[in-house]
């Protein structure tokens, strides 16, 4: 049964930094963390930024020169790097992990941006 874990969410000031962490297990296949996701209040959940398989990166207007994507160590694992943070950041954010065609999430890690 595939996991997706998401760690590293929490309450910051404007303009401060955070670091979330992506793991993805539970199977014999291979499992390719694919991308993370937010979703604030009231909104539908929007993609923040995907990486590839060989490494390229897209990401949102919204964060692009603040976020950065990268793997951990393996194809299962990723982390995005949040830095000059605003309050409209504030949402839930999800990775998305891909096995054989199929997508699984995790349960979502929380970041609030406030003063």
């Known amino acids: 049964q595939v996991q997706v874990v998401e760690s590293g969410g929490g309450l910051v000031q404007p303009g401060g930094s955070l670091r979330l962490s992506c793991a993805a297990s539970?199977?014999?296949?291979?499992?390719?963390?694919t991308g993370w996701y937010r979703q604030a209040p009231g909104k539908e959940r929007e993609l923040v930024a995907s990486?590839?398989?060989?490494?390229?990166?897209i990401y949102a207007d919204s964060v692009k020169g603040r976020f950065t994507i990268s793997r951990d160590n393996g194809a299962n694992r990723a982390s995005l790097q949040m830095s000059s943070l605003k309050p409209e950041d504030t949402a839930v954010y999800y990775c998305k992990a891909r096995q054989r065609g199929s997508d699984y999430w995790g349960q979502g890690t929380q970041v609030t941006v406030s003063s």
């Open positions: 539970g199977s014999i296949f291979v499992i390719t963390v």
């Open positions: 990486i590839t398989g060989g490494g390229t990166a």
